[in-house]
């Protein structure tokens, strides 16, 4: 596919596909470090709080390491502090682990507190892509499954927020003037949250704890779905990264409203909760149906502003769950919060109730319905339930057409459909057209000609088109200046520092490396793109000279020749060609690299997995049962698709040609049961008789 305006390939024009899969296993975490100079006073362990902010990283990286559920991905960490921009980032998009470990231990406190500005610029470099790829989908609906899921862990000890300016009482975020930025009305999206943590540890040890603050970027934290712990001992700083870690998912933020709110019933708000989007079995995040768009495309020009977070109105009204005939739908796990409590607490699993947005419409109004919420079978947890816009029609249109037309193609249903359609948002065509297609065959085509336009209107486009060139052109500058605020940075260390040049890095055993030049002596530049060109693979290189002989000194041939000798008569034994003195002596700065041992590791499978039935006492235990809800379908149905969709015709019960082939297997046994008993001289089943002469 490509651009009509730019000529180009990008996902900016392109619409949501059915049953897009979007694979990325990479978690993005951002340490946001306070570096202000009250960062240096001291607890009463005797460090200062920006050792205490580096022991917290290294704490949590190790934590995820641990982590079954985080081993398979691969974690992307990066760094920034409270210096200006682009001095504040120290491991961005194109570092590698050892530069975000270097980063952090030449951290230093200096300067103000200012947490706004810190912030601002984290969501800045967090966002310096996000146009490009197309990844927000700006006028074509909502995707759950195609995010960048971002994690950010903010320490600071919330000093008093000082300015040139003077000293500020409340947090305030700069304005972005980025390209961009006014399609979105907050500076964060909905699949980033921030999680800040207080450092509020005494300079003495005594009986009691200091009385907690809440730092200004608490209700930061509340408006993206994070959460702001306040730790005042080693103890509780380890319990609130143990509850960070368990409150990272992949997922997006929303916020669940009421329509009406009853006067007998007090029904709580689900504000800014995550909707936990699971991969399928091959690792992707697949989807079928975008969530619609709060506006309607043809009574604008320009596309609006849109908050960082839908927010998702439902009908208190409980209805029974309705599957479309024929086609998939997509379930998302509410994360939970008092409105899950209150809908579970009712104990109605065979009910949901139906969700709207605002403006979706060509009407004003609530819009039609595209999904439900439900709680699941076993009570435990609130699942969303996307399909297809206004499904409730869409579905009698369907079964219409299966079961009373028997798949003819009349006029009045043909009208009627057309009638849908126009009422559909425009992003909804094409994933429609394609999920008929699969479903349906060539008769799609005629259900839903190619002729029905959805794609973006010409004015969004040219409009998302000219941003998007903007965009690389404040990508391109943003990425120069931090490469050059890294080369003066390492230019600056002295030698000795971690990063820094030095003729000769102690080693592990009390040896030194071989000589490095000063572009070998950091870890890793600005453009390594992943540890491989790290300090590990450079150490490697250096350290396996003697394989060569005529790149030997001649004052070192003497000690290389018995290592030539050994590795000469082990090459044909299947040994390594590397001397074990070498594993002993790796420079520190190598061997803190773990990460990228741990990456090597293979994955083993879970030796205590969840069972996918329960256990029963009699019976059998893989019996499907008679009657399913929808949110059973993905797990209990065979030949159910791997993205959440059911392929079955009946809405989740078990299809007919099993019952009526059991039911032609127990008529065939019983007739043979009775004419056992009939016959003359053949002894009925299990009777234990001899069987009559010609026959077996």
């Known amino acids: 596919f490509f651009c009509c305006l730019c000529g180009c390939s990008a996902s900016c024009c392109r619409q949501p596909q059915t049953a897009a899969s979007y694979k990325t296993d990479i978690m993005i975490i951002v340490f946001l470090i306070d570096t202000s100079a009250s960062m240096n006073q001291r607890t009463f362990l005797g460090t200062t709080f920006l050792d205490v902010a580096k022991q917290t990283v290294e704490n949590f990286i190790k934590l995820r390491s641990k982590d079954f559920q985080s ?18 980032v120290k491991a961005g998009w194109n570092d590698g682990f050892p530069t975000f470990m270097t980063e952090l231990k030449n951290l230093k406190a200096s300067g103000l507190t200012k947490p706004g500005e810190a912030l601002k610029n984290t969501f800045e470099v967090l966002n310096m892509h996000r146009l490009q790829s197309g990844i927000d989908s700006y006028g074509q609906g909502r995707c759950p499954w195609f995010t960048d899921t971002a994690t950010i862990i903010h320490i600071t000890d919330c000093g008093a927020l000082t300015e040139p300016s003077g000293v500020r009482s409340a947090l305030s975020l700069p304005l972005d003037n980025k390209a961009g930025s006014d399609l979105t009305k907050e500076p964060f999206r909905w699949d980033q949250r921030l999680f800040t943590i207080l450092l509020r540890i005494p300079g003495t ?21 994070g959460r702001s712990f306040v730790v005042h001992s080693p103890k509780a700083l380890q319990k609130s990264l143990e509850s960070i870690n368990s409150r990272i998912h992949y997922g997006v933020v929303v916020s669940f409203e009421p329509l009406q709110r009853p006067a007998d019933v007090q029904i709580p708000s689900g504000a800014h909760k995550m909707l936990i989007v699971k991969p399928n079995p091959k690792g992707q995040f697949t989807g079928h149906w975008p969530l619609p768009e709060a506006f309607w495309p043809a009574t604008t020009d320009r596309l609006p502003s849109r908050a960082a977070h839908p927010v998702i109105f439902f009908s208190p009204e ?72 206004d499904y409730p029609k869409l579905n009698a249109l369907l079964q219409a057409l299966v079961k009373t037309h028997k798949m003819q193609l009349t006029k009045p249903w043909m009208q009627q459909f057309e009638q849908y359609t126009v009422s559909l948002p425009p992003y909804y065509i094409q994933p429609l057209r394609n999920t008929l297609k699969q479903q349906f065959g060539a008769i799609s085509v005629h259900i839903l000609p190619d002729g029905v336009d959805g794609s973006l209107k010409y004015a969004f486009q040219a409009h998302l088109t000219k941003l998007k060139r903007q965009s690389i052109a404040d990508t391109e500058k943003m990425v120069a200046a931090q490469r050059q605020s890294a080369m003066s940075r390492r230019a600056r260390r002295r030698p000795g520092e971690p990063g820094g040049g030095t003729p000769a890095s102690p080693t592990a055993n009390g040896g030194s490396a071989p000589p490095a030049s000063a572009a070998t002596a950091t870890t890793t530049g600005a453009d390594d793109p992943s540890p491989s060109t790290g300090p590990l693979a450079r150490w490697a290189q250096s350290s396996r000279q003697f394989r060569n002989p005529f790149e030997v000194r001649r004052e070192d041939s003497l000690g290389e020749l018995a290592k030539m000798r050994h590795n000469f008569l082990l090459a044909g034994r299947g040994h390594v060609l590397e001397n074990e003195d070498q594993r002993h002596s790796v420079p520190i700065s190598v061997m803190g690299d773990y990460q990228t041992a741990l990456q090597s590791r293979p994955v083993f499978r879970d030796p205590s997995p969840e069972p996918d039935h329960v256990p029963v006492m009699f019976g059998n235990p893989w019996k499907l049962q008679k009657r399913m809800g929808v949110d059973e379908v993905k797990e209990d149905m065979d030949g159910s698709s791997e993205d959440g969709g059911s392929s079955s015709d009946d809405g989740g019960r ?23 008993s009939s016959a003359a001289g053949s002894p009925s089943p299990g009777s234990g008789g001899t069987r009559p002469p010609g026959t077996g």
């Open 71 to 88: 081993r398979p991905r691969l974690d992307r960490f990066m760094l920034l502090t409270y210096e200006s921009m682009p001095h504040c």
């Open 205 to 225: 040890a005594g009986p009691g704890a200091p009385v907690p603050r809440e730092p200004p970027s608490a209700s930061m934290c509340e408006v993206t779905g």
């Open 318 to 389: 409980a209805v029974e769950p309705v599957v479309v005939e024929r086609l998939p739908f997509d379930k998302y796990e509410v994360e939970p919060c008092p409105l899950t409590k209150f809908l579970l607490s009712q104990r109605r699993t065979n009910v949901c109730w139906q969700v709207f947005v605002e403006g979706s419409s060509r009407e004003k109004g609530h819009g039609r319905p595209f999904g439900y919420l439900k709680p699941s079978s076993n009570g435990k947890t609130v699942n969303l339930i996307v399909m297809p816009y």
């Open 654 to 676: 078990p299809s007919s040609p099993m019952r009526k082939r059991k039911r032609r297997r127990m008529r065939r046994d019983a007739a043979v049961a009775g004419g056992g």
